[in-house]
């Protein structure tokens, strides 16, 4: 099959920069948490129709799907997520975030694109815009999904919402997060590039009474701290030094006074791992301690612990990953190009499609990091000692990355990605079967 070429793909899309930049600005300026969507969706499916997208609205709750069919040939599915975190933006970019929004607990919270997911939905919008552009260079059918709520795990929701029976079926699945990495790098691997990820309640029961009189009390807020410290030996202690996992308590809530012992006290826990024995040896070694930590402090009543969400470890398809890396390469540059060493420890639904599907996916990472932080450090550096602490990464206040290039970056990588899977105006014998 001869696949459309990436520069005829590329051709126009500088023109469309100065719009993306506006778009890119006002998502930011716009967050919305996980499912509240909203504004969101509806800037979306207003760019798509005018572009000349068939739209769909509302799938697994604030989810757009655009379809754009071109004649015969392939079906690709491109991904973008759209939510934003609860965190106070304190980047103090023109553009930064003032919104504030109830969550699903019934609290207020300030609301930030602190993961970039507003930077995945400029570049897919940009994408979007360029192909509907440019029909006569391709052939194909191209599925856009800006799926809600990554952050809670969204991706199930819209296959729940009968994505697979509603739109065309894809080939491939295509999707890509801004990371902290220098503008103008890409990143993946073949096999897992995400890691698992598994986010957990636990309430502590013990028995409140006056803070002077502690013997006639079971202190949950003790109890708390003492399993916090012994979860910190899990991966130091019952994980092998060549394997990976990260066990953190991301929240504790306890009492309301200093001179009141609480009933109960609340920790979210979460985990990640890149292998199942893995996962399942670390989410054991939680359980264990957390009930022998109550069991050691004379709980009355066993710990809840309650699930909250599970993502599984991303895995890129190995031949799909070497057509994507190399498309990639010639459009921005082998140098540019770097492959992963081992999986990174964030993780993602984004999975969720393809294994629904049954076909391969693909997921890279683009930076969006001012080079000049980077001055000192080479690209590979990165890939072996890690992003230095002075850098904010994805989920900090301080998270932003530079508009441009990684706007540019991230379309051209879009397009890049789906460029091989697109046939060619004039290639009759276009053949999905040979990719
Ligand atoms: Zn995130
Ligand atoms: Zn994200």
Same mark, same amino acid.
């Given at each position: 099959?001869?696949a459309?070429?990436?520069?005829?793909?590329?051709?126009?899309?500088p023109?469309?920069m100065p719009?993306?930049?506006?778009?890119?600005?006002? /998502?930011?300026a716009?967050?919305?948490?996980?499912?509240?969507?909203?504004?969101?969706a *509806?800037?979306v499916?207003?760019?798509?129709r005018k572009?000349?997208?068939?739209?769909?609205?509302?799938? !697994?709750?604030?989810?757009?799907? $655009?379809?754009?069919?071109?004649?015969?040939?392939?079906?690709? /599915?491109?991904?973008?997520d759209?939510?934003?975190?609860?965190?106070?933006?304190?980047t103090?970019?023109?553009?930064?975030?003032?919104?504030?929004?109830?969550d699903?607990e019934g609290n +207020?919270?300030p609301?930030?694109?602190?993961?970039?997911?507003?930077m995945?939905?400029?570049?897919?919008?940009?994408?979007t815009?360029?192909?509907?552009?440019a029909?006569?260079e391709?052939?194909?059918t191209?599925?856009?999904?800006?799926?809600?709520? +990554?952050e809670i795990?969204?991706?199930?929701?819209m296959?729940k919402?009968?994505?697979l029976?509603?739109?065309?079926r894809?080939d491939?699945?295509l999707g890509?997060h801004v990371?902290?990495?220098?503008v103008?790098?890409?990143? #993946?691997r073949?096999?897992?590039?995400?890691?698992a990820?598994d986010s957990?309640?636990?309430?502590?029961?013990?028995?409140g009474?006056?803070? *002077?009189?502690?013997?006639? #009390?079971i202190?949950?807020?003790?109890?708390a701290?003492?399993v916090?410290?012994?979860?910190? #030996?899990?991966? *130091?202690?019952?994980?092998?030094?060549?394997q990976?996992a990260v066990?953190?308590? !991301?929240s504790?809530?306890?009492?309301?006074?200093?001179?009141?012992i609480?009933?109960?006290?609340d920790?979210?826990?979460?985990?990640?791992?890149? %292998?199942?024995?893995?996962?399942?040896?670390?989410?054991?070694?939680?359980?264990?301690?957390?009930?022998?930590?109550a069991a050691?402090s $004379?709980?009355l009543?066993?710990?809840?612990?309650?699930?909250?969400?599970?993502?599984?470890? %991303?895995v890129?398809?190995d031949?799909a990953t070497?057509?994507?890396l190399?498309a990639i390469?010639?459009?921005? $540059?082998? +140098?540019r190009?770097?492959?992963?060493?081992?999986?990174?420890?964030?993780?993602?639904?984004?999975g969720?499609? $393809?294994?629904a599907l049954?076909?391969?996916?693909v997921?890279?990472?683009? !930076?969006g990091?001012?080079?000049?932080l980077?001055?000192?450090?080479a690209p590979?550096?990165?890939?072996?000692?890690g992003?230095p602490?002075t850098?904010?990464?994805?989920?900090?206040?301080?998270?932003?990355p530079?508009?441009?290039?990684?706007?540019?970056t991230?379309?051209?990588?879009l397009?890049?990605a789906a460029?091989?899977?697109?046939?060619?105006?004039?290639?009759?014998?276009?053949d999905?079967?040979?990719?």
């Amino acid at each position: 099959m001869t696949a459309t070429s990436v520069t005829s793909l590329l051709s126009g899309f500088p023109d469309q920069m100065p719009g993306l930049l506006a778009l890119y600005e006002d /998502l930011h300026a716009h967050p919305e948490l996980s499912f509240q969507e909203f504004r969101t969706a *509806s800037v979306v499916a207003d760019r798509l129709r005018k572009q000349g997208w068939k739209v769909t609205e509302s799938v !697994g709750g604030t989810g757009v799907v $655009g379809v754009l069919v071109n004649g015969e040939g392939p079906v690709v /599915l491109l991904r973008a997520d759209m939510d934003g975190l609860p965190v106070k933006e304190r980047t103090g970019l023109p553009y930064a975030s003032h919104e504030t929004a109830v969550d699903g607990e019934g609290n +207020e919270v300030p609301v930030m694109h602190a993961c970039g997911h507003d930077m995945h939905v400029t570049c897919l919008l940009g994408a979007t815009g360029r192909l509907a552009a440019a029909r006569a260079e391709w052939r194909g059918t191209v599925v856009a999904v800006f799926q809600p709520a +990554e952050e809670i795990g969204g991706a199930p929701t819209m296959i729940k919402d009968g994505f697979l029976e509603r739109f065309p079926r894809p080939d491939v699945c295509l999707g890509q997060h801004v990371s902290p990495a220098p503008v103008g790098f890409v990143g #993946t691997r073949p096999g897992p590039v995400m890691a698992a990820s598994d986010s957990l309640r636990v309430r502590l029961f013990g028995r409140g009474g006056h803070g *002077s009189a502690p013997e006639t #009390t079971i202190d949950p807020i003790v109890m708390a701290a003492a399993v916090i410290m012994r979860l910190q #030996t899990v991966v *130091s202690r019952e994980v092998g030094a060549a394997q990976t996992a990260v066990v953190t308590v !991301g929240s504790l809530h306890a009492g309301t006074k200093e001179n009141i012992i609480p009933d109960t006290a609340d920790l979210r826990i979460n985990v990640r791992s890149t %292998t199942p024995a893995v996962r399942n040896r670390v989410l054991a070694a939680v359980e264990r301690i957390v009930r022998a930590e109550a069991a050691a402090s $004379g709980a009355l009543k066993d710990p809840e612990i309650t699930g909250l969400n599970s993502f599984p470890v %991303t895995v890129n398809d190995d031949r799909a990953t070497g057509t994507v890396l190399v498309a990639i390469a010639e459009a921005l $540059g082998e +140098e540019r190009v770097l492959t992963l060493p081992q999986p990174l420890t964030g993780s993602e639904d984004f999975g969720a499609f $393809g294994t629904a599907l049954g076909v391969p996916s693909v997921f890279w990472h683009f !930076g969006g990091a001012d080079p000049a932080l980077f001055q000192h450090i080479a690209p590979e550096a990165l890939l072996t000692d890690g992003l230095p602490e002075t850098i904010p990464a994805n989920h900090s206040p301080h998270f932003a990355p530079v508009p441009e290039p990684t706007i540019r970056t991230g379309v051209t990588a879009l397009l890049a990605a789906a460029a091989p899977w697109l046939c060619t105006e004039a290639d009759h014998a276009c053949d999905r079967q040979e990719m």
